[in-house]
């Protein structure tokens, strides 16, 4: 089963910073839109920020504007979500997927075109 790979989480305080990590070993990401995407206990999933498959756009939820930054390093078959001021809110399980949708740009809102979701990294922000 064809499917990202997250890392990168773990246990910070409010204020604190993680660069969360996210790569697949069967598939290359450098040609499909990414998304960054997080899921709360009881929440539903929510997006937080794309990049666009020829990699000129990257778009952010309005949770993640300012504080999140999205990034990609081809070369590593690596994509990455620096998060900082990281918030008790932002507690949550964080995924990444490719949107198999073709469209120009990307979208952060996650749909039935996401596939290869991975299993999720854990992130909790203590106060």
């Known amino acids: 089963q064809l499917q990202f790979v997250e890392s990168g989480g773990g246990l910070v305080q409010a204020g604190g910073s993680l660069r969360l990590s996210c790569t697949a070993s069967?598939?290359?990401?450098?040609?499909?839109?990414i998304g960054w995407f997080r899921q709360a206990p009881g929440k539903e999933r929510e997006g937080l920020a794309c990049?666009?498959?020829?990699?000129?756009?990257?778009n952010y939820a309005p949770s993640a504007k300012g504080r999140f930054t999205m990034s990609t390093d081809a070369a590593a078959n690596m994509v990455y979500l620096q998060m900082n001021n990281l918030k008790p809110e932002d507690t949550a399980v964080y995924y990444c997927?490719?949107?198999?949708?073709?469209?120009?740009?990307?979208?952060?809102?996650?749909?039935?075109?996401?596939?290869?979701w991975g299993q999720g990294t854990q992130v909790t922000v203590s106060l």
């Open positions: 997927a490719a949107d198999l949708l073709p469209q120009f740009g990307c979208t952060v809102i996650p749909g039935t075109s996401h596939h290869y």
């Open positions: 069967e598939f290359t990401l450098d040609d499909k839109i």
């Open positions: 990049i666009s498959s020829n990699r000129d756009r990257v």
